[in-house]
């Protein structure tokens, strides 16, 4: 029987803290990407580029936090491998999303917005 981890917000917690080397690995590559995206600002907006350099990297992220859990801690992964199934689950769907929004046109969007609100704070 699936035990459902939704139902109690402890349960969730408990299997968070289960795989706690994906999320480390995952959030080091995230920051890692998007730093590296943002210092090379390829959409001109510090959050975009910072947010997709994040997006693209967490796959790998996964990936290598994936190995090192099944590594060193086999039972747990066998324990936990619905909750881990569902992290692989977001990260592909976080891709997919990031890969098809419109992100050029949503920075020009931010930089036009950003532009008419210092021209309307100038003094007359």
């Known amino acids: 029987m699936i035990k459902n981890i ?3 917000p402890f349960n969730f917690f408990s299997e968070l803290f289960a795989v706690w080397r994906i999320l ?3 959030t080091t590559a995230q920051l890692i990407g998007g730093g590296v995206s943002a210092v090379f600002s390829y ?5 975009i ?3 997709i350099g994040g997006v693209y990297s967490t796959p790998v992220g996964f990936a290598l936090g994936y190995l090192w859990q099944r590594k060193v801690d086999v039972n747990k992964h ?8 569902l992290m692989g689950v977001i990260t592909i769907l976080l891709l997919l999303f990031a890969l098809f929004f419109p992100l050029k046109e949503s920075a020009k ?3 036009r917005s950003e532009s008419s609100e210092s021209i309307q704070q100038i003094p007359k």
């Open 6 to 8: 939704f139902r109690n």
């Open 24 to 26: 480390l690995v995952v």
């Open 43 to 47: 959409y001109g907006e510090f959050f």
């Open 49 to 51: 580029d910072f947010w």
């Open 78 to 85: 066998e324990k936990h491998k619905q909750f881990i199934a």
């Open 109 to 111: 969007q931010i930089k």
